[in-house]
């Protein structure tokens, strides 16, 4: 079974610095998207990012990168220019049985220190 | 273009009852994933509707059912509550499965206490 670890349980940054949250996860697939997910104090999961485990360049969005080792199974984000509005919990994320249907992580809760 | 909609926001129930959650799906989305997340941890997924068929299911036990009706809209019911079954549910909408490259639209959830 497909396996997502995330071992921050918190983090806190200071505004305008940048994090990195990690992530590994185990598989046996070759080709799969994995995610970062953020779930605002509102409750409402939005996607941060996607990365296609078959693309060697790492996704980036804006302030949202990503470090991808495929072959260690590490899936990292990176917030560059942390801002008030990132606090959130994050969630990476893996396809199980189909992009559709995820395995998440336990979390990161990331704070950010005015 | 209408968001991902659940109803009630929370809810109130005691041990060996029976609730039904109800979601809307975003415009355009004919899939619709259930996930309960447990407070401090991660989603769990439950199953997932597409075209009004139960297209694949998590580790969940059989009083864990669902419905999609035509309108793409979905039903999470639980029968028999236990106090484990406190939780926030979440809904997901998306595109058909293999066509939107995994996003998921999320509702913002149904908060289920059991008593």
């Known amino acids: 079974a497909q396996t997502v670890t995330q071992s921050q349980p918190e983090m806190s940054v200071q505004e305008a610095e940048t994090v990195t949250l990690s992530c590994t996860y185990d598989?046996?697939?070759?080709?799969?998207?994995l995610f970062w997910y953020k779930q605002p104090p509102s409750r409402q999961m939005i996607l941060v990012i996607r990365?296609?485990?078959?693309?060697?360049q790492n996704a980036t969005e804006n302030r949202f990168s990503v470090n991808f080792q495929k072959a260690a199974k590490s899936f990292s984000l990176k917030i560059s220019d942390s801002q008030l509005g990132d606090a959130a919990m994050y969630f990476c994320?893996?396809?199980?049985?189909?992009?559709?249907?995820?395995?998440f992580g336990t979390g990161t809760r990331l704070t950010i220190i005015p | 273009e209408t968001g991902v909609t659940q109803s009630p926001t929370h809810l109130i129930k005691t041990r060996g009852q029976q609730v039904t959650l109800r979601c809307s799906s975003q415009s355009g989305h004919n899939t619709v994933s259930w996930y309960q997340q447990a407070l401090g941890q991660g989603p769990q997924f439950i199953f997932q509707?597409?075209?009004?068929?139960?297209?694949g299911r998590g580790n969940f036990p059989p009083r864990f059912s669902g419905l999609q009706f035509p309108n793409y809209s979905s039903e999470l019911n639980v029968n028999a509550l236990e106090l484990d079954d406190s939780a926030l549910y979440l809904c997901?909408?998306?595109?058909?499965?293999?066509?939107?490259?995994?996003?998921?639209?999320f509702g913002e959830g149904s908060r289920l206490t059991v008593l």
């Open positions: 997901a909408s998306s595109l058909a499965p293999g066509q939107g490259a995994g996003e998921l639209f």
């Open positions: 990365q296609e485990a078959y693309k060697q």
């Open positions: 994320a893996f396809p199980n049985f189909g992009n559709e249907k995820l395995t």
């Open positions: 509707y597409y075209r009004e068929e139960e297209n």
């Open positions: 598989t046996s697939e070759s080709d799969y998207y």
